[in-house]
């Protein structure tokens, strides 16, 4: 939960992406994405961790630059025929306005990163979202009913997990988890003749079988 440096290498890796293609790849913010003593796994303050681990590798410098970084990124995404955001739609909807201007609206700012879907249909707590709160999203934003509403943050385990995606979660149609777990096999979305298409990087094992 402290080791850093590896997520050091990532962070260099994505800005060397960004060098590459100029223009063309897009962040979206994530609650991870902080220096924020708040951010905490086990009781460890990874934000905090993380800056430390930045400050002993590159200096004061960067880590003013990664901050500034962080606090440019957008949080939400309305592409063409999809939306995206890490963590989900927050309770009582969002309209343009504010997710243009999302800095003056907190809570909902704090959502659209931390929430989680209520996957096990119990009383949902104030981090959870079902589909009332996609589909009212989606109202809000007049985008179509069924628009395909794309977002990470909630860990998959078991089988999920070494897919690293959700599709239709909970029988919610058109909303998917992409998760990027280190046994995943890092699947993508791409569109293909204006259907949403789900790809991975990693191509699946062959099976192997003994008989005898």
């Not at 990664?66 to 927050?90: C, K, M, N, Q, R």
Request: charged share 25%.
């Amino acid at each position: 939960m402290k080791e850093m440096k590896s997520s050091v290498e990532i962070l260099e890796e994505l800005f060397r992406v960004f060098l590459q293609y100029p223009g063309r790849i897009y962040y979206i913010r994530g609650n991870h994405d902080t220096y924020d003593e708040r951010l905490r796994k086990s009781g460890i303050p990874q934000g905090v961790e993380f800056k430390k681990e930045l400050l002993a590798q590159k200096g004061q410098e960067y880590v003013d630059a990664v901050s500034d970084f962080f606090e440019s990124l957008p949080v939400f995404i309305i592409g063409d025929g999809y939306v995206i955001t890490h963590a989900g739609p927050p309770r009582g909807g969002v309209v343009e306005e504010e997710l243009i201007n999302i800095k003056k609206y907190p809570e909902k700012f704090h959502q659209l990163l931390w929430n989680r879907v209520n996957e096990f249909h119990g009383n949902p707590s104030l981090k959870e979202y079902g589909e009332k709160e996609i589909r009212l999203c989606l109202e809000l934003l007049d985008l179509p009913e069924y628009t395909p509403f794309i977002v990470g943050h909630n860990p998959l385990w078991n089988d999920g997990n070494q897919l690293g995606v959700w599709m239709n979660v909970i029988g919610i149609k058109n909303h998917h988890i992409l998760y990027s777990g280190s046994g995943s096999r890092a699947p993508y979305f791409t569109i293909e003749k204006g259907e949403l298409t789900c790809k991975f990087a990693v191509e699946k094992q062959a099976e192997v079988y003994y008989y005898g």
